[in-house]
């Protein structure tokens, strides 16, 4: 995946958009926030958020239309927030005398701002900040234009005066009783143009009578031409915003209403233009979101509760900190994570797509240090579930696959983070487990069962009576292939290994006269799906549901169905294994979870390979969701789950399993084990349906060992075989190369048979077998050179 292709995606991520409310607002006072720091008592925090956004804070606490509220996702839950309630009391318990104003230290040029409302105010206020010079023209006595008219118990007058004072803090000079209205005959046009020499810029806040002053483009509304963008006129020094504005270009058919909020906004707005326009820089460059605006951020409201304001509120209402504290905490907190509210892999790293997809680009782009990110990318159980519950699509296992392409062409995959599940895939592809025949006494078959190495290693007799099904039902013409389907090596992005199995399978696939192919492995459907478009596909779970003559069973009580993930589009398969357990006679309760939504039991995209740690936080989620029994047709989801204590049933347990056995209770099958199954079902299949014999085994596994229990977890937790440590004692015992502790008398020895290189330590029993105290392994070069 290339740049462009990541910040695509990247782009779709919603989490970091604004909420509805900050978005509607024109000044984007930050509401989120604001209530956030008031709920957890730090008001101080809350009005720097409030003032960086707003210039004059009492004021418009006092007399903003609150757009805001009208938008706010409480609305419907109990009432909308009041903002203008907790902006008043972030004034009164947040404000200290010690607040300074920071301002740049002063530039060259110069502007003029005609009009001292607040429209220019703000511009004024905003542009000395800067650095430049600033002249206010009022045509009245005093600052503030229209604020005056606002009733004084809606605007007290000390706090408008409070308010004004940061004008004289910023040392902005004020000319008063100064008017550029009226016509060209009375020389107003001629003092425009006078300020037009003597200033760099000159801001227009005049109020809406803006035909009455000469010298600037009229537009067919006989009002000035003003850009809806920049608020730039036919002047290309002047500029205009507040009123003038709301009767010009951007809002010519609307009935003029004052708003202070958006005053302070077009403010804003236009001291962005003419700060560029001092600089020589773009005017229009990265103008994007600009006053009022509608965001793309979801928030779902599903599980929130509605809760009505403590007291009644209007803009005269004042708080006192415990219920400012508690309106805030009424606020939702808008955001979307619905991706990282159901995944363990996403909510560990504690961040969204939008942040993990520009670390990913930025980790495969490190040529030389460190990549800090790699984990994180190997970790992705590839289940697409974010996908699922995305607004946008967004899907972190595409791009955690690609991610792991470019590392392994880069060759920067850490070979640790899929070597198990390669070297398994390996021997399902061997000698020992890889079969392919026509059903007995025929050359070619019209279907054949592909049962997966998945529950060939967990319960092979199930396999057995899954095949004796098939033949009963299809009049024997059905064949038999044992190998594994290659997912390994497509979760590990290893291409190469993945087209060796592909071919290996497509040889054998065309001997058999290309057969249909019967899928019970969810896994191996999906990839199928994905690899094998020519090959046609049928699944068991259909072929059973259409055709299996099913007893009534006894369940306990209700049931719950986990649904493998690598199944999440497959609705037909959904339907037909709750058709089966209801004709069995099963109740079922679903999670909360399932079909296309259901979780991952973290085998898939090899995370239990990768981060153990976040695997089990993903198998403890999803076995908490219910305490009822689970019944599952993925043997690894039935396996990762009873390995955790949690009772699981395969569905075969059901359809195949004796009645009176508590098989929800029958412990994992461990990995070693899984491979004698695979290799013992494959020889009891050629003698008893071909009447053929099993390759000769190796001199290694004639090795007898003895592990203790503690042992044998030792061995599982670290994922070292049965047959890994017969190969090292084979090669110790055949060529004398072990080391001897005298005060123990054990024997330590290691062998490298690939990347990775084991270390026994053992004694040897009088019968012969060997007796196992330790195991471990590495993928260091020792330096006396491990024996190949």
Not at 54 to 78: N, T
Not at 132 to 155: H, M, Q, T
Not at 581 to 587: D, H, L, P, S
Not at 653 to 660: A, L, S, V
């Amino acid at each position: 995946m290339d740049q462009k292709q990541l910040r695509e995606q990247e782009n779709r991520c919603i989490q970091e958009q604004a909420p509805a409310c900050a978005a509607i607002c024109p000044a984007h006072v930050d509401v989120r926030g604001i209530a956030a720091e008031i709920a957890k008592g730090d008001v101080v925090a809350a009005l720097k958020l409030y003032r960086k956004a707003v210039p004059f804070p009492g004021i418009i606490s006092r007399i903003c239309d609150q757009p805001c509220k009208a938008v706010c996702l409480r609305k419907d839950l109990g009432g909308s927030i009041e903002i203008a309630a907790l902006e008043r009391a972030c004034l009164e318990f947040g404000s200290s005398s010690e607040e300074t104003v920071k301002q740049l230290p002063r530039k060259s040029k110069t502007v003029a701002v005609i009009g001292g409302g607040i429209s220019g105010l703000t511009v004024a206020h905003d542009l000395a900040r800067k650095g430049w010079g600033v002249v206010i023209f009022e045509a009245g006595d005093r600052l503030g234009g229209g604020l005056w008219k606002s009733p004084p118990d809606l605007l007290p007058r000390d706090v408008l005066i409070n308010d004004l004072k940061i004008i004289e803090e910023l040392e902005i000079e004020v000319r008063l009783n100064m008017s550029v209205g009226g016509s060209g005959a009375n020389g107003h046009g001629t003092f425009l143009g006078k300020l037009s020499q003597e200033f760099d810029a000159i801001f227009l806040g005049v109020g809406p009578h803006s035909s009455e002053i000469p010298d600037l483009q009229m537009n067919d509304n006989g009002q000035i031409a003003i850009d809806p963008l920049t608020f730039q006129t036919s002047n290309e020094k002047v500029f205009a915003g507040g009123d003038v504005l709301r009767v010009s270009t951007l809002y010519p058919n609307r009935e003029l209403k004052h708003s202070a909020i958006l005053s302070i906004s077009d403010g804003r707005r236009a001291a962005v233009s003419i700060d560029r326009f001092l600089q020589k820089v773009s005017l229009t460059a990265s103008r994007v979101n600009e006053g009022s605006y509608e965001t793309k951020l979801y928030t779902n409201t599903s599980t929130t509760t509605s809760q009505a304001p403590l007291i009644e509120t209007d803009l005269s209402t004042r708080y006192n900190i415990e219920v400012a504290e508690t309106e805030a905490a009424r606020c939702i907190q808008c955001e979307c994570l619905e991706c990282v509210k159901v995944c363990p892999y996403l909510d560990h790293y504690k961040g969204y797509p939008k942040k993990y997809i520009r670390e990913t680009y930025n980790n495969l782009a490190i040529v030389m240090g460190t990549r800090h990110s790699n984990q994180f990318i190997n970790t992705c159980a590839l289940c697409g579930l974010c996908a699922e519950v995305c607004p946008t699509d967004v899907n972190m296992g595409e791009v955690c696959h690609e991610a792991r392409v470019t590392m392994v062409d880069q060759k920067r995959m850490p070979p640790s983070a899929h070597d198990f599940a390669l070297r398994d895939m390996a021997f399902s592809n061997g000698e020992k487990f890889a079969l392919a025949h026509s059903a007995p006494g025929l050359d070619s078959a019209s279907y054949v069962f592909f049962p997966g190495c998945q529950l060939s290693g967990s319960t092979p007799e199930y396999v057995e009576k899954s095949y004796a099904f098939l033949r009963e039902n299809f009049d024997n013409n059905v064949g038999l292939m044992l190998r594994c389907c290659g997912a390994p090596a497509d979760w590990a992005a290893r291409k190469d290994l993945f087209a060796q199995s592909q071919n290996e399978f497509y040889a054998e696939y065309e001997k058999l006269g290309k057969p249909k192919v019967i899928l019970s492995c969810s896994s191996c459907y999906q990839m199928f799906q994905k690899h094998y478009p020519d090959v046609e596909i049928v699944s068991f779970w259909d072929v059973m549901n259409e055709h299996g003559k099913f007893k009534k069973r006894e369940f306990p009580a209700p049931i719950t169905i986990h649904d493998p993930c690598s199944t999440r589009r497959e609705s037909h398969i959904h339907d037909s294994i709750r058709e089966i357990i209801t004709k069995m006679g099963g109740e079922i309760q679903e999670l909360p979870l399932s079909r296309e939504k259901t979780e991952c039991c973290s085998f898939g995209g090899v995370m239990w390979l990768a981060n153990r740690p976040v695997a089990e936080k993903m198998v403890q989620q999803r076995i908490n969701e219910s305490p009822l029994d689970y019944v599952t047709y993925c043997a690894m989801c039935r396996d990762f789950f009873a390995r955790k204590g949690k009772r699981t049933l395969h569905i075969f347990d059901y359809i195949f399993g004796e009645e009176k056995s508590d098989l929800a209770a029958a412990p994992a099958v461990g990995f070693s084990q899984r491979h004698e199954n695979r290799a013992r079902l494959k020889e009891k299949l050629l003698r008893d349906l071909w009447s053929e014999t099993m390759p000769d085994s190796g001199a290694f596994e004639s090795i007898r060992l003895v592990l203790p229990e503690d042992v044998q977890k030792q061995v599982e937790d670290r994922l070292i075989l049965v047959e890994d440590m017969q190969k090292v004692i084979e090669y110790a015992e055949r060529t004398g190369k072990r080391m001897l502790n005298n005060s123990t008398k054990h024997y330590l020895a290691y062998f490298k048979p690939n990347s990775v290189t084991y270390w026994v330590e053992y004694t040897k029993n009088d019968d012969g077998s060997f007796l196992i105290y330790k195991a471990y392994s590495h993928r260091m070069e020792v330096g006396i050179g491990a024996p190949k």
